[in-house]
């Protein structure tokens, strides 16, 4: 009987002992491990499973399987997906910090893609070309260990290329010239022409982001003789004298036209009290220290302005941005006129000796302006079709007398000789 007793406690030693020594036997041998080496640019990044348990509880071990063998690790990721997740999620689950070992691997091996940049130097773009980025794709590495999961496996990282937001090919969309005008000042004396150079170089490379709102006079800066501008025939109350600055005036209507042209917003223009020589009535835009020309890039993108002044006097505007869908055109109309008087000086003084001497003798000194009433329009077109025709602007411009000079002395007749 003892006998038996005794023989049944080693039969007892021996069944516990086939249930937790082959499971001590694989903790200490790693059998269950799992070392997988990702590949990169002939680079290695290696994640073991062993070496990310120390902060996993036991009983998290259990639900990950963490001591399953590769087959019975995979038939437990199955599990997982079967139940809604996803293969990744599956996969990071069973492989305890695999996510973090990724996130340490993709700060070696990522970049972020780089958009185009665009500069605009003397009235011409330079574009910066695009680069695109790199990262892992976690879900094709994830399906592919998966695939060949194994204790010991070499996987060839799996990344996906990330294109930039903005190509040089949409910034070349955005910086197509949307207007060009011009206006010519070659009757312009050098004080004159001076003031149009000094103005215009502040346009020469202007750029406006969108919903950004420019002053011309604050851009310009104050014309005064400090700061190289001449004294110049300007129009003030509805007669030419003399003025610091003389001719920036043409500069801001040259722009205005530009930005009819263009479709951007003007939010302030005025006239002046004569119609001018160089643009149609209601599309002059008169700046003075009291009058400004201002206007917003209404675009939803950068626009674009240069200017410059050319050997044979003209003064050029483009503006540039986003290509417009359709073609602005401007229409001037009169809709009143009281020709000028003419006003006769006779030269007693002997001021225009050099041009009149004789009562007989003359020259328009003033060609004078018309009384105008006028309405600008920009219409809208889609090729040969009105889109639709706005009124932008109604004007009434003042008149002065076209003054013509005669010669004060009387002409003595000569007398033929007899013979």
Not at 204 to 215: D, E, F, K, W, Y
Not at 262 to 276: M, P, Q, T
């Amino acid at each position: 009987m003892k006998c038996n007793r005794n023989l049944m406690l080693l039969l007892a030693i021996i069944l516990i002992a086939s249930i937790f020594l082959p499971v001590t036997a694989h903790a200490e041998s790693y059998p269950w491990d799992c070392v997988i080496v990702l590949s990169c640019d002939k680079v290695d990044y290696t994640y073991r499973l062993r070496d990310n348990l120390a902060d996993i509880s036991d009983w998290s071990k259990q639900s990950r399987g963490v001591y399953l063998s590769c087959r019975l690790r995979k038939q437990k990721i199955k599990q997982l997906t079967d139940n809604g997740y996803s293969l990744s999620e599956a996969v990071c689950y069973c492989l305890p910090h695999f996510i973090d070992f990724l996130s340490i691997v993709a700060d070696k091996v990522e970049y972020h893609p780089t958009d185009a940049t665009v500069k605009f130097i003397n009235g011409a773009f330079k574009y910066t070309k695009e680069k695109t980025g790199r990262c892992i794709d976690t879900d094709e590495l994830c399906n592919q260990i998966y695939l060949e999961l194994s204790s010991d496996m070499r996987v060839a990282l799996t990344t996906r290329i990330l294109n930039p937001t903005i190509t040089v090919a949409i910034l070349k969309e955005r910086t197509v010239l949307r207007s060009s005008f011009s206006t010519s000042y070659s009757s312009s004396g050098s004080s004159r022409s001076s003031n149009i150079a000094l103005a215009t170089a502040n346009f020469a490379s202007l750029t406006i982001l969108p919903n950004q709102r420019v002053s011309f006079n604050q851009l310009v800066g104050e014309r005064t003789t400090q700061r190289g501008y001449s004294v110049g025939k300007i129009i003030v109350d509805g007669k030419y004298v003399d003025g610091v600055g003389g001719g920036v005036c043409q500069v801001s209507t040259t722009l205005y036209n530009a930005l009819l042209l263009a479709d951007i917003k003007v939010n302030s223009r005025s006239r002046h009290s004569l119609v001018s020589s160089y643009v149609d009535p209601g599309f002059d835009a008169m700046v003075s220290s009291i009058s400004d020309l201002v206007f917003t890039n209404n675009t939803q993108h950068n626009v674009y302005i240069s200017a410059q002044v050319t050997k044979d006097k003209m003064i050029v505007f483009n503006v540039y941005g986003a290509k417009l869908p359709y073609k602005v055109v401007r229409e001037s109309v009169i809709t009143a006129k009281t020709p000028c008087k003419q006003q006769n000086i006779i030269d007693t003084q002997g001021q225009y000796i050099n041009r009149v001497i004789y009562t007989d003798e003359s020259f328009v000194l003033s060609i004078g302006s018309d009384a105008i009433k006028s309405k600008a329009y920009l219409k809208y077109m889609d090729g040969d079709r009105l889109n639709k025709r706005v009124l932008i602007s109604q004007d009434s411009y003042m008149s002065t007398p076209r003054i013509v000079v005669w010669g004060a002395k009387q002409r003595v007749p000569t007398q033929t000789p007899i013979k």
